[in-house]
T-cell receptor, first 117, second 114 residues
Framework: GENVEQHPSTLSVQEGDSAVIKCTYSDSASNYFPWYKQELGKRPQLIIDIRSNVGEKKDQRIAVTLNKTAKHFSLHITETQPEDSAVYFC????????????????FGRGTQLTVWP | DAGITQSPRHKVTETGTPVTLRCHQTENHRYMYWYRQDPGHGLRLIHYSYGVKDTDKGEVSDGYSVSRSKTEDFLLTLESATSSQTSVYFCAILIESSAGDTQYFGPGTRLTVL
């Protein structure tokens, strides 16, 4: 099955700086890559996603880039704020016709982002 | 919150006892999933369902069973709980759309097995 690796496991930045989290995946057929933010004691919340037919997607201070050739994708957060502090998870999803069920997600192990005021 | 609820939200039980966790959705989505979350492991799929009575195993299914007798409910059962099943359990649904399918999580159940 798909294998997703995520780096770094912890990341500390000063408020206002940028933060970048990187993930690699193993199955070249994976075509959907969501990012989830999880605050302490809460559920993972989808913050942005990208599908394999585009290379970059932005939503205000958050952007995701995808390099299909290298099989990696990254989350970029600009102008970080203390409320961005959380654990961020990347995931990859192979298409259902690869022996996987529709929507099956394989997660990275998470990055604890701390933004210092 | 995509209309997903989980019950109970917290449970403490003893080794060897059966435990059932419930996931309920209000919007008749076909696909439902059970994950467990442990420090250092991220989220790992236990079982999933693609319709009433249609279920299959995920990557960490040993010691767990599931049932889906109604579209809105997906039950996860630990037949004989062990301490290694102490974890936070998240249910998720898949919202299918022409723009792409997206997975949303329930609020989670914290299970402690003593």
């Amino acid at each position: 099955g798909e294998n997703v690796e995520q780096h770094p496991s912890t990341l500390s930045v000063q408020e206002g700086d940028s933060a970048v989290i990187k993930c690699t995946y193993s199955d070249s057929a994976s075509n959907y890559f969501p990012w989830y933010k999880q605050e302490l004691g809460k559920r993972p919340q989808l913050i942005i996603d990208i599908r394999s037919n585009v290379g970059e997607k932005k939503d205000q201070r958050i952007a995701v880039t995808l390099n299909k050739t290298a099989k990696h994708f990254s989350l970029h957060i600009t102008e970080t704020q203390p409320e961005d502090s959380a654990v961020y998870f990347c995931a990859a999803s192979p298409p259902a016709d690869r022996g996987s069920t529709l929507g099956r997600l394989y997660f990275g192990r998470g990055t604890q982002l701390t933004v210092w005021p | 919150d995509a209309g997903i609820t989980q019950s109970p939200r917290h449970k403490v039980t003893e080794t060897g006892t059966p435990v059932t966790l419930r996931c309920h959705q209000t919007e008749n989505h076909r696909y439902m999933y059970w994950y467990r979350q442990d420090p250092g492991h991220g989220l790992r799929l236990i079982h999933y369902s693609y319709g009433v009575k249609d279920t299959d195993k995920g990557e960490v299914s040993d010691g767990y069973s599931v049932s889906r007798s109604k579209t809105e409910d997906f039950l996860l059962t630990l037949e004989s709980a062990t301490s290694s099943q102490t974890s936070v359990y998240f249910c998720a649904i898949l919202i299918e759309s022409s723009a792409g399918d997206t997975q949303y999580f329930g609020p989670g159940t914290r299970l402690t097995v003593l």
